[in-house]
């Protein structure tokens, strides 16, 4: 079957994804000693979802750096991401609850691949509980089964899954009550990039960087874009620019392309 525009990442992106999130843990390590030039948090409470298949051990880079910002950070503690379960849909509400409850402050949350679509209906359901959402290379504006890699891997649970989601996303139609950025990468090995980008608005945004899909959370421009958006103030927001010395790191960010005629139903993956 031919390969239609804006069908999924090449075979070569796809295959080459374990090795380049490695390089791009080195690059995390490499660049470490820019760590102390992060902009400082304020200590509000921030929630860290992982992607399919993934469990809280993934994100243990991205909360450790968040922590030593001053931030209050939290994994998900539900264990392997295997789709919306009843333990998935009910205990991220219960999650929210708990944070919000415990700090009496609205919530950052930060969503990896799956993992950000779970965030994204999390702001939908509780806006007054979540003060932002950032995404990274997660698909919420996904049309077709074409267009990930990880369809076949995400069926193979639907069996246990209790929310059924049509192509494309029905919670998509309108932009989130909450600000939004989505970082993400042309060079995705899972996901098509496209499928990760915010229609423009007022409070929403899109940040290129050049990770892979599986390193993008621990990738040094990826971790500088989240720092910069967890430090505005509480109730303020602008979009990123990023520092004069790190401005190769990102790429000029894409415009959505708007959707188009072959959109399809499907069962929904990430």
Request: charged share 20%; aromatic share 8%.
């Amino acid at each position: 079957m031919a390969r239609q525009q804006g069908d999924g990442p090449t075979l070569p992106l796809y295959l080459s994804e374990p090795g380049r999130a490695v390089a791009d843990y080195g690059l995390y390590l490499a660049a470490r000693p820019l760590a102390q030039r992060l902009p400082k948090g304020d200590g509000h409470p921030v929630l860290v979802l992982p992607g399919l298949l993934a469990d809280d051990r993934s994100t243990r880079v991205l909360r450790a750096t968040l922590r030593r910002l001053g931030y209050r950070v939290h994994g998900w503690g539900l264990g392997r991401n295997i789709g919306p379960t009843a333990t998935c849909v009910n205990g991220l509400r219960d999650k929210l609850d708990y944070l919000h409850g415990r700090y009496r402050r609205e919530v950052t949350v930060i969503g990896w691949s799956l993992g950000g679509i779970f965030a994204r209906d999390l702001a939908r359901q509780c806006p007054d509980a979540v003060r932002q959402v950032i995404t990274l290379g997660s698909p919420f504006r996904i049309e077709r089964h074409s267009q990930t890699r990880a369809s076949k891997v995400y069926d193979r649970y639907a069996h246990l899954h209790v929310e059924q989601r049509p192509y494309p996303l029905e919670s998509e139609g309108c932009p989130l009550p909450v600000p939004a950025t989505s970082i993400y990468s042309h060079f995705d090995g899972i996901v098509h990039w496209q499928t990760c980008l915010n229609v423009p608005g007022e409070r929403c945004e899109n940040i290129a960087v050049t990770a892979s899909h599986l390193g993008i959370g621990h990738h040094p421009a990826a971790l500088w874009a989240i720092a910069d958006r967890l430090a505005q103030p509480e109730g303020e927001w602008e979009p990123f620019r990023a520092p004069a010395f790190l401005r190769p790191a990102f790429p000029k960010p894409a415009m959505p392309a708007a959707p188009g005629p072959d959109t399809i139903s499907s069962r929904s993956a990430a």
